[in-house]
């Protein structure tokens, strides 16, 4: 576990069916220091479901934050404790999310109208484990979408003792729009943010939406405390490779796209052990050679092979052969070692 409060300034997102520990472990490979977000599970899966499987995940993935869904205080207070068990290093409350099935169980965007829920929820949470509790919600709903709306809901929940904000830039329609539509539809509104900033100068508060590369992200820090980035961390992972030196000021962590590939291999046998399938574990690596010669082939072979019964290492290996090798290419080998994040650990916590 990180030791103190983590650092906002540069985050991925949570996004379900994506941000799953395996793709965690690969992003980790790249950046040292983003903090990364779980998918969201419920609050009422982590007390009723099997535990290992919701919330399981390996060491070397801090900092990583879990991200929960629910509206009822004492399981929200419940599932936090379990959160704090497994090791996160900070407990997020999705107030964000527009889809049907979300709002059906009343949690998710529907409840940026109910800000003295969410007050209540980060008081019995704060009250419950020692963790950070964020909270991610949109800049409003529906009609309900002025700044004073906003400032409004995070006035009431501060109060409760909430000190970091991340507010994605849109406002979310819930209803007559997909999940997937409230992603681009509604018009981004990055200055909303800022105000927010300059209105709570004593808050943290993180911007997301819209951020495509981090030149993009270095101008929004300008403003606010922290960026997060979403999809285009997911479908264009090798920039965050750059991360850590540019925003922390830190060493980065230097693997080559190739390098990267060879220190998922140890993991990728263990989870395989583990009964993992491969394409669980390689679908979240299809982008990483993205506007690199021989891109295509590299997703395709994936994408073809690793779903079959019983593929395994060899699939990954037969796909990164299809790529040019940058050190052969210039003579050289590579000067580090294709190795797991650390010697001996391969996330073994449970198949997922």
Request: net charge neutral; aromatic share 6%.
């Amino acid at each position: 576990m990180s030791l103190g409060a983590p650092d906002h300034r540069f985050c991925v997102a949570p996004m379900m069916e994506w941000t799953d520990r395996h793709d965690r472990y690969f992003l980790r490979l790249l950046t040292r220091r983003a903090l990364l977000y779980s998918e969201m599970v419920t609050a009422e899966a982590v007390i009723h479901g099997d535990r290992e499987r919701l919330l399981g995940f390996a060491p070397e993935e801090h900092p990583v934050a879990l991200q929960l869904g629910g509206a009822d205080p004492g399981q929200m207070a419940r599932a936090a404790e379990a959160a704090e068990q497994f090791g996160y290093d900070e407990v997020n409350i999705n107030v964000g999310c527009p889809s049907d099935r979300v709002q059906s169980g009343r949690f998710g965007a529907c409840l940026m109208a109910e800000p003295d829920t969410v007050a209540a929820c980060v008081r019995a949470m704060r009250g419950a484990v020692g963790l950070p509790i964020t909270v991610k919600s949109r800049i409003g709903i529906d009609d309900s979408d002025s700044f004073d709306f906003l400032a409004g809901f995070v006035e009431t929940v501060a109060r409760a003792g909430c000190r970091s904000f991340i507010v994605h830039a849109r406002k979310a329609m819930l209803k007559g729009l997909s999940p997937k539509q409230n992603r681009d539809i509604p018009p981004l509104d990055h200055d909303r943010v800022y105000r927010l900033k300059r209105h709570f100068p004593e808050l943290e508060i993180i911007v997301n939406g819209g951020i495509r590369d981090l030149d993009q992200a270095a101008a929004h820090l300008a403003e606010v405390d922290g960026v997060m980035l979403g999809r285009a961390a997911y479908q264009t992972p090798y920039l965050l490779g750059r991360v850590d030196s540019r925003f922390f000021d830190a060493a980065p962590a230097g693997l080559s796209r190739h390098d990267v590939v060879a220190a998922m291999y140890p993991y990728i046998e263990a989870q395989l052990a583990a009964g993992v399938r491969l394409q669980a574990i390689t679908r979240h690596i299809l982008g990483l050679f993205h506007g690199q010669p021989g891109a295509r082939a590299w997703r395709r072979h994936l994408s073809l092979h690793a779903p079959r019964p019983g593929a395994g290492l060899e699939v990954v290996r037969e796909a990164l052969a299809k790529l040019p090798d940058p050190d052969k290419q210039s003579g050289q080998l590579s000067s580090r070692p294709a190795t797991a994040l650390s010697t001996g650990q391969a996330g073994l916590d449970s198949p997922r």
